[in-house]
């Protein structure tokens, strides 16, 4: 498992896409907001920075935990990959976990740069402790969208996977509050905003460097939208390997 591990890493890695949209773009976007928000207020720059700080690394975080898994998934699934990896001594669950693993390590670059460019450069300042809890769970938190990924790959065929990745991944970085103050939405998109996965990923980021415990509905949310999305992935994958 190790080996399938390391190639499936170093091929995202050599795909110039990821690298300029997952882990690139997040950091432009994130200087970006805070050089308009320092430019709208005299004050408070330093909250607002952190603040954004979770937002973009929450977005590339997801992002890069659904194009790594969606598109190349269903690559393989047409290609014929899954049904050689059928006849191996591989056991489908190592498979599965074998993707889950590799997007949890290619989500690290995304969200440790925005991370990092937040200290060096906005002022960002969190005790030792709350720095190694805010990316433990922020790193932890992308599974649900991780799952997400592997079901869109099982499900539809590689030139209609990238499109809908990327509704999928627009659509939870928005409706969730990632790019915009989800108290600034219309009251039915707040609502709407509470019950997705997205909203309470970044929510527990929010917390943690605003110096609160995150919220139980948070906490509780995030695992069983895990729980959830990787039981549909599972049965996207069944459903995938059984035609193949």
Not at 18 to 23: A, E, G, K, R, S
Not at 150 to 160: E, F, I, N, R
Not at 179 to 185: A, I, K, L, Y
């Amino acid at each position: 498992m190790p080996n399938h591990i390391r190639v499936e890493i170093l091929r995202m890695l050599r795909n110039k896409r990821y690298v300029i949209f997952v882990v690139a773009f997040p950091v432009v976007l994130y200087v970006l907001f805070c050089n308009i928000v320092a430019g709208q207020a005299s004050s408070g720059g330093g909250g607002a920075a952190a603040y954004l700080m979770v937002s973009m690394g929450a977005y590339g975080a997801l992002s890069a935990s659904i194009m790594s898994t969606a598109v190349p998934w269903a690559q393989e699934r047409q290609a014929g990959w899954l049904r050689q990896l059928q006849i191996t001594p591989l056991p489908g669950w190592s498979i599965i976990l074998t993707k889950l693993v590799s997007t949890l390590l290619l989500a690290l670059p995304s969200l440790a740069l925005v991370f990092v460019v937040a200290m060096t450069t906005q002022g960002v300042s969190l005790a030792p402790g709350r720095w190694a809890l805010l990316f433990l769970g922020m790193w932890i938190g992308i599974l649900p969208f991780a799952a997400l990924g592997l079901a869109v790959g099982s499900l539809v065929p590689p030139d209609t996977a990238q499109p809908a990745a990327m509704i999928g991944m627009f659509g939870l970085a928005i409706l969730g509050g990632l790019w915009f103050p989800v108290d600034t939405m219309p009251a039915t998109m707040q609502t709407i905003a509470h019950a997705l996965p997205s909203f309470s990923y970044a929510d527990i980021g929010w917390n943690l460097v605003s110096g609160q415990a995150p919220p139980l509905q948070d906490v509780v949310t995030t695992p069983v939208w895990a729980v959830v999305l990787g039981a549909a992935a599972v049965f996207a994958y069944r459903r995938a390997t059984a035609r193949a």
